[in-house]
């Protein structure tokens, strides 16, 4: 069995009355990609501080490549990009790149590399002041990925980023999961984390509600998969006397049913292929899954 690179085991931290973190165990793998997700409040900025090192866990413990969090071996082994990332202004993007590989000791040879894999290669040599919000991200990425470190903690990392540069950030994300390096991210933005992680964690007043992937966790809430059924003029009667649903309108029927029984019910559409114009299947996606565990009324904003 793979040995984890960050190994988080029954973590609890509180500030004075506020279980901020309660029993929280969780693990992330060589070339694995994990979403954090929660509300405001939930604690996902606590137990990144708590992987930093810099809150120590009242109970339970915490390792970054068999290490504890702080320690020079894990901050070697791991490299954090902040939601809002702040560079001296009046270096190039080039000269921060050169600055931040002098202190991981990393060669300087890779910078040109970086900076073109984050598209920044023809600002390599203006000023951070005169990057935008966004290309300040890319660079704070560019700066995360020096050294090829081991773990990758990204909080809110597509902030400030425009559609096409969010699609490009994971791409890069991905290519540095193939070589292996473990990716723990935090976000909002349930769309876009869909389909670009291989599981989800859900944190909700300090307690792992869930962890797994999509379909590990649709399963686990019995969430149920539609199939819109739109039949040809006037036959939207006869498939709803047989197969049930709901009308939508004239034509078209909404179906729900349990994801083990997708497959039959597809079987018994086929029986009535004469009168369909179309069929659509929408199973639960991340927004549906997030609802069913995230329970975060008492959250703090």
Request: glycine residues 10%; hydrophobic residues 40%; neutral net charge.
């Amino acid at each position: 069995m793979t040995q984890s690179i960050l190994d988080i085991r029954n973590v609890s931290l509180s500030f004075g009355p506020l279980k901020a973190l309660d029993g929280v165990t969780l693990a992330v793998s060589p070339g694995e990609r994990l979403a954090l997700l929660g509300h405001n409040g939930a604690g996902k900025s606590t137990l990144f501080k708590a992987i930093l090192g810099f809150l120590a866990p009242g109970e339970g413990t915490i390792t970054v490549a068999g290490h504890r969090p702080g320690s020079d071996a894990a901050r070697i082994a791991m490299s954090y990009l902040p939601e809002v990332v702040s560079f001296p202004q009046s270096l190039t993007g080039r000269e921060v790149l050169a600055y931040f590989s002098g202190l991981r000791g990393a060669s300087r040879s890779e910078i040109n590399g970086l900076l073109d894999r984050v598209g920044l290669a023809d600002a390599a040599e203006r000023r951070v002041r005169t990057y935008s919000k966004g290309m300040r991200q890319r660079l704070g990425l560019a700066q995360a990925l020096i050294g090829a470190p081991r773990l990758l903690l990204l909080d809110e990392p597509t902030s400030g980023l425009d559609p096409v540069s969010r699609h490009d950030f994971y791409t890069v994300i991905a290519e540095a999961a193939a070589r292996g390096c473990a990716v723990l991210l935090s976000s909002h933005g349930l769309e876009e984390v869909q389909g670009q992680t291989d599981r989800v964690a859900i944190l909700s007043r300090g307690r792992l509600r869930a962890s797994g992937t999509l379909a590990e966790l649709a399963a686990a809430a019995a969430l149920r998969t539609t199939i819109r059924v739109t039949a040809k003029q006037g036959h939207a009667d006869r498939l709803q006397a047989d197969l049930g649903g709901r009308r939508v309108n004239g034509c078209r029927l909404d179906i729900d049913c349990a994801p083990d029984a997708k497959l039959g019910l597809l079987l018994q559409l086929g029986h009535h292929r004469d009168v369909l114009h179309e069929i659509d299947v929408f199973a639960p996606g991340l927004n549906d899954i997030y609802r069913h565990f995230s329970d975060h009324e008492g959250d703090q904003a």
